[in-house]
């Protein structure tokens, strides 16, 4: 005879999820996200997802360019959650850093050289398009 131990006896073999219920919901779910993720405002966020992040180094290259110095933190005028997102993802391309040198300000930022070899690209590709 065979006995089973109480850890044995406690697992319980998983459910798979096949149910036709659980198939029906998840592509009700799939439905909604993908309906929602056509609307136009969500078309523009995925937009502004894209090209904030471009400005903002931009404007970071600019401003630290004309003042010779990092930029201060509140130079930037960042937008709120989307400024602060698109600024931790230049940071983490290693496009910009952080640099404490100002003790007026909390934060200040300049490019790296990675981000000044691309900026410099970039103003040669706008050049040739204007």
């Known amino acids: 005879m065979t006995t089973k131990s109480a850890k044995d006896a406690a697992k319980k073999p998983a459910r798979k999820s096949s149910s036709r219920s659980d198939k029906a919901e998840s592509t ?3 439905e909604l996200i ?3 993720s056509r ?3 969500v078309q523009q966020l995925l937009r502004e997802i894209e090209e904030y992040p471009l400005e903002l ?3 970071i290259c600019t401003l630290s360019e004309r003042q010779r110095s990092a930029v201060p933190d509140y130079n930037l005028g960042l937008v709120p959650h989307l400024g602060e997102m698109a600024l931790h993802a230049l940071i983490d391309a290693e496009l910009v850093q952080q640099v404490e040198r100002d ?3 909390l934060h200040t930022y300049e ?3 990675q981000g000044k070899k691309i900026v410099r690209r ?3 590709e ?3 398009t204007d």
Do not use: Y
Request: no cysteine; hydrophobic share 30%; proline share 8%.
């Open 57 to 59: 180094f931009r404007r």
């Open 28 to 30: 009700a779910r799939q």
């Open 103 to 105: 003790v007026r300000s």
């Open 39 to 41: 609307s136009r405002p």
């Open 122 to 124: 970039l103003e040669v």
């Open 126 to 128: 706008t050049s040739k």
């Open 34 to 36: 993908d309906t929602i």
């Open 111 to 113: 490019p790296t050289a």
